[in-house]
Nanobody, 118 residues
């Protein structure tokens, strides 16, 4: 399994922006489909966005469309989540995850906290 380490979380005011990063190691990075999920306190983990191994195909949850952008740099083994126009309801722990080929998401990072104040 690939190892994942997220960074970039923090406290931001509503309307602000953050860019999360997820550094991967231990695998052939472009063989992995990558995604971001989030989990708010007391709630289930929700899908945010995913990107194909080449970076050519992306998919977003409805709440993320138009505000969040997922991207990857395969030369740096890193996936990003650019989050704009943040809202208090975006407050959550954000997790990076990887799926090999057509498999399921079975490698997870430790998460990074994003807090959006009103």
């Amino acid at each position: 399994q690939v190892q994942l380490v997220e960074s970039g979380g923090g406290l931001v005011q509503a309307g602000g922006s953050l860019r999360l990063s997820c550094a991967a190691s231990g695998g052939t990075f472009n063989s992995y489909r990558m995604a971001w999920f989030r989990q708010a306190l007391g709630k289930e983990r929700d899908f945010v966005a995913q990107i194909s191994g080449s970076g050519g195909t992306t998919y977003y949850a409805d709440f993320a469309k138009g505000r969040f952008t997922i991207s990857r740099d395969n030369a740096k083994n890193t996936v990003y989540l650019q989050m704009n126009s943040l809202k208090p309801e975006d407050t959550a722990v954000y997790y990076c995850t990887a799926a090999y080929g057509f498999g399921g998401y079975d490698s997870w990072g430790q998460g990074t906290q994003v807090t959006v104040s009103s």
